[in-house]
């Protein structure tokens, strides 16, 4: 009798290559992701040892991290960012790599592009040289960043050298409250777990509320996934990723389409599966969340207060908490809702893509944005671009105050000029809180893209479900 297996087990089983006691498995890569900030010194290493790319035509490049997002005919104010994208575009032309560049209308952030285009697809093996490539486990595909000299083994052989990962379920159960979403849940879920509590595992997301996620809701769930520890996130595929992928520019068509869909319909966990590690939340009792530390785990529903460290239930986390207040310049007890704000960045492989913006002018619509807030809007892709162009969103935000930019990370990590200066505070749909991350010395508080619209009108922050 066969043993039941994971989703995990079977996608892993799949890829392996060659497996030997006691050594990493290595695994055949399906799709290798690649950008301007980790991959120089990988395409070094090739002209090093005169190799070339071993499969261009599973590998797709792109510039996100530090293009600018203001006028691109305007030369950019970034020397190092200037040179970062013309060494990508150089190593590109030389290993036969399609780049996706800055005036390309599909450029847009990595973890965005690919999926809009029907690159990311069920059981695929996915890597890039960046941490948050778990954002497209959403369409049950192993994904997870790599590092750059891991970079430079993919372009060579198109396998990896990986350590068998632990399994971890997280359900949650229920349905969610009026006015939360998405970015709520990933917040509850890793404020139950701390930062640490996925460490070695891939999670596997599942449950009711998960179900019932649009695949862009997903793709905001597992791009978090990092955040909790683990080495990656997925969910089990199902008829809305199929309609997602369905006529998609590289998705499968004619009898392929249907073979494909046959397969992809086996990607699910075996009814008695063991997972190494389980929890539960129930989606009922989820709020909209609000970040107050400098960990994503450190957040409380924005009805809450700011906790008081001496609360907490060990040393160590009373001394991070404790240091966490200072840097951002809190107090405890403080109510959340007291606590204004200099700037809102709405945007990032978090939160922007299209089904974000929507969501964030349904708030703004006919508003104002606050005398008191600079706020920008950052589609994540060309194509979200044109596409909030077309349906008048950006209108409804250039009208109520807020900056309409061109795509890219921008703010999400501080690595071009869209910074914070120390000690502004921002409301961010991006994913890490960080010190410094946005800016040295800026202090940032994560929400969802309806969060951060209401804090951009009031000032402060709002708790969302009192004003849709």
């Given at each position: 009798m066969t043993q039941p297996q994971t989703i995990v087990d079977k996608i892993w089983e799949q890829h392996v290559v060659h497996s030997e006691q006691g050594k990493p498995d290595l695994l055949y890569i399906d799709l290798h992701l690649v950008h301007e900030v980790t991959s120089p010194q990988a395409f070094d290493g090739l002209r090093m040892t005169n190799r070339s790319v071993r499969r261009p035509d599973l590998t797709l490049a792109t510039v996100d991290h530090n293009v600018p997002t203001t006028d691109r005919t305007l030369p950019n104010p970034d020397p190092l960012s200037t040179q970062q994208i013309e060494v990508l575009r150089t190593n590109c032309n030389d290993f036969d790599i399609p780049l996706w560049d800055i005036f390309d209308l599909r450029q847009g952030i990595v973890h965005i592009i690919s999926p809009e285009h029907g690159l990311t697809q069920p059981g695929m093996t996915i890597v890039c040289g960046d941490s948050h490539t778990s954002t497209h486990g959403a369409f049950g595909a192993l994904a997870f960043g790599i590092g750059t000299s891991e970079v430079e083994h993919v372009l060579a052989t198109q396998t990896l050298p990986q350590s068998r990962p632990?399994?971890?379920?997280?359900?949650?159960?229920?349905?969610?409250?009026?006015?939360?979403?998405?970015?709520?849940?990933?917040?509850?879920i890793i404020q139950r777990t701390g930062v640490d509590g996925g460490?070695?595992?891939?999670?596997?997301?599942?449950?009711?509320?998960?179900?019932?996620?649009?695949?862009?809701?997903?793709?905001?769930?597992?791009?978090?996934?990092?955040?909790?520890?683990?080495r990656a996130g997925l969910i089990a595929p199902d008829e809305k990723t199929f309609?997602?992928?369905?006529?998609?520019?590289?998705?499968?068509?004619?009898?392929?389409?249907?073979?494909?869909?046959?397969?992809?319909?086996?990607?699910?966990?075996?009814?008695?599966?063991?997972?190494?590690?389980?929890?539960?939340?129930?989606?009922?009792?989820?709020?909209?969340?609000?970040?107050?530390?400098?960990?994503?785990?450190?957040?409380?529903?924005?009805s809450d207060v700011v906790p008081n460290p001496d609360d907490a239930t060990t040393a160590s986390s009373r001394e991070t908490a404790q240091r966490a207040l200072k840097y951002m310049g809190l107090e405890a007890g403080t109510a959340i809702t007291d606590i204004g704000i200099d700037r809102v960045f709405i945007g990032s492989c978090t939160n922007g893509r299209i089904e974000d913006l929507r969501r964030a002018a349904t708030i703004i619509d006919g508003q104002k944005v606050s005398s008191s807030v600079n706020a920008m809007i950052v589609p994540g892709s060309g194509k979200v671009k044109q596409q909030a162009e077309e349906e008048g969103l950006?209108?409804?935000?250039?009208?109520a105050g807020f900056e309409w930019r061109e795509p890219g990370c921008s703010m999400c990590l501080g690595m071009n000029p869209d910074i914070l200066l120390p000690q502004e505070r921002c409301a961010s749909t991006s994913n890490r809180?960080?010190?410094?991350?946005?800016?040295?010395?800026?202090?940032?508080?994560?929400?969802?893209?309806?969060?951060?619209?209401?804090?951009?009108?009031?000032?402060?922050?709002?708790?969302?479900?009192?004003?849709?």
């Open positions: 632990k399994t971890m379920s997280v359900e949650v159960t229920g349905e969610l409250g009026f006015g939360v979403t998405a970015k709520d849940v990933i917040l509850a460490v070695g595992h891939v999670i596997e997301y599942r449950g009711d509320v998960i179900r019932n996620l649009s695949m862009e809701e997903r793709m905001t769930v597992c791009n978090m996934t990092i955040e909790g520890g683990a309609q997602y992928l369905r006529g998609k520019e590289f998705s499968p068509s004619g009898l392929d389409w249907d073979r494909q869909v046959e397969n992809w319909k086996k990607l699910v966990s075996d009814d008695g599966a063991i997972f190494d590690k389980s929890i539960v939340l129930d989606g009922n009792n989820i709020a909209p969340h609000v970040t107050w530390g400098t960990t994503p785990a450190q957040s409380v529903p924005v950006d209108v409804i935000f250039k009208d809180n960080f010190e410094g991350r946005q800016g040295a010395g800026g202090r940032t508080h994560l929400v969802s893209p309806e969060m951060a619209a209401a804090a951009a009108i009031s000032g402060n922050f709002v708790d969302v479900r009192e004003i849709i």
